[in-house]
């Protein structure tokens, strides 16, 4: 078990830092290594990481063949900073994407780069669907989450982020989510037929832009079925139709997006988080060719051409994305880890939640959820928090952990559930 305190530098970050930090305190200990699915505080205590920079880390800390890209790239005096230019490293990216991501799943989708952050790239999804339609109404879902920047924050569902805006979010109507009035309500039902009336009150939309897994709404699923269904009103009522794959893909929950063998042809696509591989910022918004009617530098970011991401992001591709092994071995682990966590629920009449490896388990509460991440941390695995009330002990760990990794750090969270709900003694501990 880690021993406890060892942040000589506390003053530094309560004197300096924002309060805005969150993550911070929840896991207060000064960290200074990480390697795979591992990280390390000063003290030398190690902790398994079932957050993974919010799947940002797909494939863990400092990947060595990644790592190994960017220093001979950095030792060749590589360009850091190009802008948009044309450089070899993003050369290097787009030619490897085009032919291992994009040609066998016949997309031929134009790649925006926005800027370092997701919201970037939703920020340049919904505005380009405006342009496209000449229409200002996006619709979003329940519980969705896609950024805290203004554009991102109106079609984000949670209130906190919300209320932090301190100004009217506009241009956005919510839907109910798939199963957010239970199983026997058909919400995308409901959608169609509020488009359909003109006196519905809900304005012609320019896009309906939706996440396959709710990643900090709760890990709740939408079925294929569904998605076509949204797909198909999208068409139907002259919107575009936008996939957020910014935490769902880069094969979080499955292929290499979370839509894929779904029969869906997204006319946008937003990605970040472990786009780069090495958890260098990099965000992208892939564009059907027929929308791609931008005008020269109509929408650009100083950050937009982050060619150290460039490189990471095409070993990456090239490693884990050329053939299906790697996909395999995530369906493996995957499969283990809903047996886990499925015997954890039942246990205690709870209820999981989410696909592949982006699953968790509903505690019930928000209280319940807070004690079992705690008692996680005491024992060396970092892991946190999702849903509507923060109910949801979210699993994020790297998909390139291993199986006895994996098994421990799933040993320690059943026990953190039995400590919190009340099945073992905290004396036996």
């Given at each position: ?46 902790y ?5 920079g ?16 960017l ?13 948009d230019m ?26 925006q ?27 979003a ?9 203004m554009g991102a ?19 956005v ?13 058909d ?20 896009a ?8 900090e ?45 779904m ?7 937003t ?11 990099l ?5 059907k ?12 970011g ?17 490693k ?23 015997a ?35 024992r060396?695995l970092i ?19 291993s ?27």
């Amino acid at each position: 078990m880690p021993t406890t305190g060892t942040i000589a530098a506390t003053t530094a970050f309560e004197r300096v830092e924002s309060r805005v930090r969150s993550y911070s305190r929840s896991f207060p200990r000064l960290f200074d290594k990480a390697i795979g699915s591992t990280l390390y505080d000063t003290s030398g205590n190690a902790y398994l990481d079932f957050l993974s920079g919010c799947s940002s880390l797909n494939y863990g800390h400092n990947d060595p063949d990644l790592k190994r890209a960017l220093v001979a790239y950095l030792s060749a005096n590589g360009i850091t900073h190009g802008l948009d230019m044309f450089t070899d490293a993003k050369q290097r990216f787009l030619a490897s994407f085009e032919r291992i991501v994009l040609k066998p799943r016949a997309m031929d989708h134009r790649l925006q780069f926005t800027g370092p952050t997701g919201a970037n790239a939703v920020e340049a999804a919904i505005k380009l669907a405006r342009k496209v339609t000449g229409r200002h109404n996006v619709v979003a879902f329940t519980n969705g989450f896609h950024g805290v920047t203004m554009g991102a924050l109106a079609a984000t569902g949670n209130s906190k982020h919300r209320a932090g805006a301190g100004t009217p979010l506009s241009g956005v109507t919510r839907a109910a989510f798939e199963g957010y009035f239970g199983p026997d309500i058909d919400t995308a039902e409901m959608l169609d037929r509020q488009l359909a009336d003109p006196s519905s009150g809900i304005d012609a939309p320019a896009a309906i832009i939706v996440e396959t897994v709710q990643g900090e709404g709760g890990l709740n699923v939408a079925s294929p079925e569904w998605l076509r269904k949204i797909e198909a009103i999208a068409r139907q009522h002259g919107a575009l139709f936008i996939i957020d794959d910014i935490q769902a893909g880069c094969g979080r929950t499955g292929g290499f997006f979370s839509f894929d063998g779904m029969g869906l042809s997204p006319d946008i696509v937003t990605m970040a988080k472990s786009l780069s591989g090495l958890g260098l910022p990099l965000a992208l918004t892939l564009i059907k060719p027929e929308h791609d009617i931008w005008k020269p530098a109509e929408h650009n970011g100083t950050f937009r051409g982050n060619n150290h991401a460039f490189v990471t992001a095409t070993a990456a591709l090239e490693k884990f994305w050329n053939d299906d092994r790697f996909k395999n071995e995530v369906a493996g682990k995957a499969t283990y880890l809903a047996t886990r966590l499925e015997a954890v629920a039942e246990t205690h009449g709870l209820a999981i939640k989410g696909r592949g490896m982006m699953m968790g388990i509903d505690a019930g509460s928000g209280k319940n959820a807070a004690t079992v991440c705690q008692a996680c941390f005491e024992r060396g695995l970092i892991i946190e928090t999702s849903g509507s009330h923060d109910e949801i002990v979210k699993v994020l760990a790297p998909l390139t952990i291993s199986k006895e990794q994996l098994a421990a750090g799933l040993d320690t969270l059943e026990t953190a559930f039995a400590l919190t709900m009340g099945t073992m003694r905290v004396a036996a501990e």
